[in-house]
Structures are given as C-alpha cells and as structure tokens.
C-alpha cells in the first residue's frame, strides 16, 4: 500500500524522524516548512495525507487546518496535527479546527504510521 503524506513542519530534526518513519512504512512524501508553503504543495500535487506541526512560521497549523479544512478541493484530505502542545485543550482545540487525528511527540513510530496508513486507507 503506498500513498502521498504531505510533512509541514518546521524543525528540520522532526521533520527527518517523520519523514523517515513513513518512508519505512512504503509511502511518498512532500515536505513544506510553512503554511504558505503546505498550500503551495496542496495546491501542486494533492496528498492523501498531511501531517501538520502546530507552530509554524506565518499562519500556525491550526489556521491551515481550517484553511484546507473549509476549502472544497481540500476538505476531503485527512489531517494529522502532530505537536510538543499535548494537554487536553490542545487536543480538543486541534480536533474541532478539523483534524482527523492529534498525536503528541516526540511520536510513537509504530503508533504514527499506523495512523497515517488507516488515514490514507479510508
């Protein structure tokens, strides 16, 4: 099973772990480093999934969540908000913004993989 993830993030370190995590789980990916970046991407190759980092340069992820998410071309894309940010508040703030799902890093590989492949699946 392949797929495309789109990983917008903006810590070089995180975004090599995720990056190689879903390489070694068979899917593609693109990068993006800011939002304005991960709407640039959307825009030029449409992913089966995007993982999304909560602080990011410009607009913070949970803005480019509701952007995609409230846009029709892009609201059928699953999103994944993967932040340090894990208390209850920012789980419920991430889900209600349109999230398909919430993990916390530093992430669980196996966990995060299997997610993203259920994600690209349905």
Same mark, same amino acid.
């Given at each position: 099973?392949?797929?495309?993830?789109?990983?917008?993030?903006?810590?070089? =370190? *995180?975004?090599?772990?995720?990056?190689?995590?879903?390489?070694?789980?068979?899917?593609?990916?693109? %990068?993006?480093? %800011?939002?304005?970046?991960?709407?640039?991407?959307?825009?030029?190759?449409?992913?089966?999934?995007?993982?999304? *980092?909560?602080?990011?340069?410009?607009? %913070?992820?949970?803005?480019?969540?509701?952007?995609?998410? %409230?846009?029709?071309?892009?609201?059928?894309?699953?999103?994944?908000?993967?932040?340090?940010?894990?208390?209850?508040?920012?789980?419920?703030?991430?889900?209600?913004?349109?999230? *398909?799902?919430?993990? =916390?890093?530093?992430? *669980?590989?196996?966990?995060?993989?299997?997610?993203?492949?259920?994600?690209?699946?349905?």
């Amino acid at each position: 099973m392949t797929g495309t993830a789109l990983v917008v993030e903006d810590s070089l =370190t *995180d975004m090599q772990i995720l990056i190689g995590c879903l390489q070694q789980g068979g899917i593609t990916v693109l %990068s993006a480093q %800011s939002g304005e970046e991960a709407f640039l991407a959307v825009a030029r190759q449409k992913p089966d999934v995007i993982i999304l *980092d909560v602080v990011l340069p410009g607009c %913070s992820g949970f803005e480019v969540c509701r952007e995609l998410k %409230s846009n029709d071309a892009t609201s059928d894309i699953p999103i994944v908000i993967c932040s340090t940010k894990g208390g209850e508040m920012d789980k419920f703030w991430g889900l209600k913004q349109g999230a *398909d799902a919430y993990l =916390t890093k530093p992430i *669980d590989q196996e966990e995060f993989v299997q997610t993203i492949r259920q994600l690209i699946r349905n």
